[in-house]
């Protein structure tokens, strides 16, 4: 079982690094699926990924409060919002209404998370 949780945490990986150049696709909750997966297969990714200097403390805020700093729901909204433009001159108008429909959904789960705690 080790294998699958350590192969859902490195596909979460690849799907975050995309997420990193891709407006519309999230990096973060992939994140937190990879450090899920690795505290079930590999402690030292696992520890790899909660030290990192950028993403680490994202992860540990959901992890323990469920919340989402206002900085990054504001970036999350407007990466989302950028990329739902570009893609209404390149998709059918019915793909677009779907992917507007999704991105709505997203942004009103990411909008409606709360602030992380004072120092946390």
Do not use: N
């Not at 030292?44 to 469920?66: A, K, N, S």
């Amino acid at each position: 079982m080790r294998y699958v949780w350590g192969g859902l945490g490195f596909l979460a990986i690849a799907l975050a690094v995309i997420g990193t150049v891709l407006p519309i696709m999230p990096t973060v909750p992939f994140l937190i699926v990879a450090a899920f997966a690795f505290a079930r297969s590999s402690p030292r990714f696992h520890r790899r990924l909660m030290d990192h200097r950028i993403f680490g403390p994202q992860i540990r805020q959901w992890q323990d409060h469920h919340a989402i700093e206002r900085r990054v729901k504001v970036i999350a909204i407007a990466s989302m919002a950028g990329g739902l433009c570009v893609s209404y001159f390149l998709l059918p108008p019915e793909l677009w209404l779907v992917q507007f429909g999704v991105l709505a959904l997203v942004s009103v789960f990411i909008a409606s998370r709360p602030a992380p705690p004072p120092g946390a």
